[in-house]
Protein backbone atom coordinates (compact mmCIF):
# COMPACT_ATOMS: atom_id res chain seq x y z
CA UNK A 1 0.00 0.00 0.00
CA UNK A 2 1.41 3.14 -0.83
CA UNK A 3 0.05 6.04 0.82
CA UNK A 4 -3.19 4.82 0.73
CA UNK A 5 -4.70 7.48 2.85
CA UNK A 6 -2.97 10.62 1.72
CA UNK A 7 -6.20 12.10 -0.04
CA UNK A 8 -8.66 11.57 3.06
CA UNK A 9 -9.95 14.23 5.58
CA UNK A 10 -8.24 13.64 8.79
CA UNK A 11 -11.51 11.82 10.31
CA UNK A 12 -11.82 9.65 7.42
CA UNK A 13 -8.43 9.01 7.84
CA UNK A 14 -8.47 7.74 11.39
CA UNK A 15 -11.67 5.41 10.32
CA UNK A 16 -9.75 3.96 7.68
CA UNK A 17 -6.78 3.57 9.60
CA UNK A 18 -8.48 1.45 12.19
CA UNK A 19 -10.50 -0.74 9.35
CA UNK A 20 -7.34 -1.06 7.41
CA UNK A 21 -5.74 -2.72 11.01
CA UNK A 22 -8.43 -5.52 11.30
CA UNK A 23 -8.50 -5.93 7.71
CA UNK A 24 -4.75 -6.63 8.44
CA UNK A 25 -5.37 -9.08 11.16
CA UNK A 26 -8.56 -10.95 9.81
CA UNK A 27 -6.52 -12.17 6.53
CA UNK A 28 -3.29 -12.96 8.82
CA UNK A 29 -0.69 -11.63 6.04
CA UNK A 30 1.69 -9.69 5.17
CA UNK A 31 1.22 -5.94 4.51
CA UNK A 32 4.10 -3.30 3.29
CA UNK A 33 2.38 0.12 4.33
CA UNK A 34 4.31 3.17 2.70
CA UNK A 35 3.75 6.75 4.53
CA UNK A 36 5.38 9.78 5.23
CA UNK A 37 2.50 10.34 8.58
CA UNK A 38 4.11 9.32 11.67
CA UNK A 39 0.30 8.57 13.38
CA UNK A 40 -0.27 5.66 11.00
CA UNK A 41 3.37 4.14 10.92
CA UNK A 42 3.05 4.35 14.78
CA UNK A 43 -0.21 3.28 15.65
CA UNK A 44 -0.90 0.33 12.32
CA UNK A 45 3.07 -1.23 12.04
CA UNK A 46 4.23 -4.06 14.31
CA UNK A 47 7.55 -2.97 12.49
CA UNK A 48 8.32 -0.25 10.95
CA UNK A 49 11.32 0.53 8.64
CA UNK A 50 12.70 4.40 8.80
CA UNK A 51 13.93 5.31 5.30
CA UNK A 52 15.81 8.59 5.13
CA UNK A 53 17.43 9.61 1.51
CA UNK A 54 16.97 6.42 0.08
CA UNK A 55 18.56 4.29 2.95
CA UNK A 56 16.84 2.51 5.31
CA UNK A 57 18.38 3.65 9.12
CA UNK A 58 16.26 1.70 11.66
CA UNK A 59 13.96 -1.51 11.74
CA UNK A 60 12.07 -2.03 14.84
CA UNK A 61 8.75 -2.41 16.40
CA UNK A 62 7.02 1.22 17.17
CA UNK A 63 7.95 1.75 20.57
CA UNK A 64 11.48 0.82 19.90
CA UNK A 65 11.94 3.32 17.17
CA UNK A 66 10.32 6.21 19.84
CA UNK A 67 12.37 5.00 22.69
CA UNK A 68 15.64 3.68 21.39
CA UNK A 69 15.94 5.80 17.94
CA UNK A 70 19.69 4.22 16.15
CA UNK A 71 20.49 7.66 14.89
CA UNK A 72 20.14 11.43 16.11
CA UNK A 73 18.20 11.29 12.54
CA UNK A 74 15.89 8.69 13.28
CA UNK A 75 15.05 10.22 16.57
CA UNK A 76 14.27 13.83 15.04
CA UNK A 77 12.06 12.25 12.14
CA UNK A 78 9.47 10.87 14.74
CA UNK A 79 7.61 11.97 17.92
CA UNK A 80 5.72 15.24 17.94
CA UNK A 81 6.25 17.59 18.46
CA UNK A 82 9.97 16.98 17.41
CA UNK A 83 12.84 16.01 19.89
CA UNK A 84 15.08 18.39 21.55
CA UNK A 85 18.44 18.02 20.98
CA UNK A 86 21.27 19.87 22.77
CA UNK A 87 24.77 20.06 22.25
CA UNK A 88 27.07 19.00 24.97
CA UNK A 89 30.93 18.10 25.43
CA UNK A 90 32.05 14.89 27.19
CA UNK A 91 34.74 16.83 29.71
CA UNK A 92 37.48 15.33 32.02
CA UNK A 93 34.89 13.96 34.43
CA UNK A 94 33.32 11.92 31.97
CA UNK A 95 30.59 13.90 32.08
CA UNK A 96 28.60 16.14 29.93
CA UNK A 97 28.57 19.90 29.63
CA UNK A 98 26.08 21.25 28.35
CA UNK A 99 24.03 24.97 28.27
CA UNK A 100 26.35 26.02 30.73
CA UNK A 101 26.13 23.20 33.34
CA UNK A 102 27.51 19.89 34.20
CA UNK A 103 25.41 17.37 33.80
CA UNK A 104 26.65 13.85 35.73
CA UNK A 105 26.02 11.43 32.58
CA UNK A 106 28.53 8.52 31.55
CA UNK A 107 28.39 7.64 28.59
CA UNK A 108 29.51 3.75 27.15
CA UNK A 109 31.83 4.00 24.03
CA UNK A 110 32.54 7.47 22.76
CA UNK A 111 35.42 7.85 20.40
CA UNK A 112 35.27 12.03 20.70
CA UNK A 113 34.07 14.76 23.32
CA UNK A 114 31.09 16.01 21.21
CA UNK A 115 28.20 14.70 21.79
CA UNK A 116 23.86 15.69 21.13
CA UNK A 117 21.49 15.22 23.69
CA UNK A 118 18.07 14.75 22.79
CA UNK A 119 15.04 14.79 25.12
CA UNK A 120 11.93 13.98 24.53
CA UNK A 121 9.20 16.47 25.38
CA UNK A 122 7.47 14.42 28.40
CA UNK A 123 10.98 13.42 29.62
CA UNK A 124 11.01 17.23 31.72
CA UNK A 125 10.28 17.82 35.17
CA UNK A 126 9.35 21.98 35.10
CA UNK A 127 8.86 24.23 38.18
CA UNK A 128 8.13 28.01 38.32
CA UNK A 129 10.56 28.16 41.20
CA UNK A 130 14.38 28.12 41.26
CA UNK A 131 15.57 24.76 41.94
CA UNK A 132 16.20 24.10 45.32
CA UNK A 133 19.33 21.83 43.94
CA UNK A 134 21.66 22.79 41.47
CA UNK A 135 22.33 18.64 41.08
CA UNK A 136 20.90 16.60 38.17
CA UNK A 137 20.36 17.78 34.43
CA UNK A 138 19.18 21.24 35.14
CA UNK A 139 18.40 23.72 33.31
CA UNK A 140 16.99 27.33 33.69
CA UNK A 141 15.51 30.07 31.59
CA UNK A 142 11.91 31.44 30.20
CA UNK A 143 8.77 30.84 28.96
CA UNK A 144 8.02 31.69 25.34
CA UNK A 145 4.90 30.11 24.57
CA UNK A 146 1.82 27.96 25.41
CA UNK A 147 -0.22 25.32 23.75
CA UNK A 148 -3.31 24.09 25.89
CA UNK A 149 -4.53 21.19 24.30
CA UNK A 150 -6.95 19.80 27.03
CA UNK A 151 -5.62 16.61 28.46
CA UNK A 152 -2.25 17.81 28.00
CA UNK A 153 -0.37 20.91 27.70
CA UNK A 154 3.10 22.15 25.97
CA UNK A 155 5.10 24.89 27.37
CA UNK A 156 7.72 26.59 25.21
CA UNK A 157 10.88 27.81 26.53
CA UNK A 158 14.50 29.47 25.75
CA UNK A 159 17.44 28.46 27.59
CA UNK A 160 20.68 30.68 27.59
CA UNK A 161 24.29 30.10 28.43
CA UNK A 162 24.60 28.38 25.19
CA UNK A 163 28.05 30.92 24.44
CA UNK A 164 27.89 33.70 21.89
CA UNK A 165 24.64 34.75 23.25
CA UNK A 166 22.97 31.77 21.69
CA UNK A 167 20.20 30.29 23.45
CA UNK A 168 18.23 27.15 22.53
CA UNK A 169 14.32 27.24 22.34
CA UNK A 170 12.91 23.79 23.84
CA UNK A 171 9.47 21.82 24.45
CA UNK A 172 7.94 20.44 27.24
CA UNK A 173 4.47 17.95 27.30
CA UNK A 174 2.97 18.69 30.87
CA UNK A 175 -0.29 18.48 32.74
CA UNK A 176 -2.66 21.21 32.31
CA UNK A 177 -2.44 21.96 36.67
CA UNK A 178 1.43 22.75 35.75
CA UNK A 179 0.92 24.95 32.94
CA UNK A 180 -1.63 26.88 34.09
CA UNK A 181 0.56 28.07 36.97
CA UNK A 182 3.36 29.10 34.22
CA UNK A 183 3.22 32.93 32.43
CA UNK A 184 4.96 33.92 29.41
CA UNK A 185 8.25 35.40 30.07
CA UNK A 186 8.41 34.06 33.70
CA UNK A 187 11.37 32.00 34.65
CA UNK A 188 11.32 28.69 34.51
CA UNK A 189 13.59 25.56 35.84
CA UNK A 190 13.49 22.41 34.10
CA UNK A 191 14.75 19.17 34.77
CA UNK A 192 15.49 16.36 32.34
CA UNK A 193 14.51 12.90 33.32
CA UNK A 194 18.15 10.99 33.18
CA UNK A 195 16.91 7.59 32.30
CA UNK A 196 15.22 9.77 29.32
CA UNK A 197 18.34 11.10 28.25
CA UNK A 198 19.53 10.37 24.43
CA UNK A 199 23.25 10.77 24.15
CA UNK A 200 24.32 10.53 19.81
CA UNK A 201 27.57 11.00 18.77
CA UNK A 202 29.39 13.54 16.53
CA UNK A 203 28.08 11.19 13.51
CA UNK A 204 24.83 10.86 14.80
CA UNK A 205 25.18 7.12 16.17
CA UNK A 206 22.99 6.74 19.76
CA UNK A 207 25.80 5.71 22.54
CA UNK A 208 24.34 4.34 25.13
CA UNK A 209 24.25 5.94 28.99
CA UNK A 210 25.45 3.72 31.97
CA UNK A 211 21.91 1.91 33.21
CA UNK A 212 23.36 1.92 36.54
CA UNK A 213 24.54 5.93 37.07
CA UNK A 214 21.18 7.37 34.86
CA UNK A 215 19.08 5.12 37.93
CA UNK A 216 21.04 7.03 40.52
CA UNK A 217 20.68 9.87 39.31
CA UNK A 218 16.65 9.35 38.92
CA UNK A 219 16.71 7.92 42.48
CA UNK A 220 18.35 11.38 43.01
CA UNK A 221 16.10 13.71 41.43
CA UNK A 222 12.96 12.21 43.21
CA UNK A 223 14.06 12.28 46.69
Not at 37 to 46: F, H, R
Not at 101 to 107: D, E, H, I, K, T
Not at 110 to 134: C, F, M, Q, T, Y
Not at 202 to 220: D, F
Amino acid sequence: MDEPLSNLDANLRVETRTEIAELHRRLKTTFIYVTHDQPEAMTMADRVAVMLGGEIIQVAPPQQIYDAPAELRVAQFIGTPKINVLAGRINAKGDIDVAGGSWPLQVVGAEADRVSLGIRAEAWDLDKEPAKRAQGCLLTGRVRHLEHLGAESLVHFAVADLGAGAEAHLVARVEPAIAAGLAIGAPISARAKPDRILVFDAAGKRIPVSAERASALRQVANA
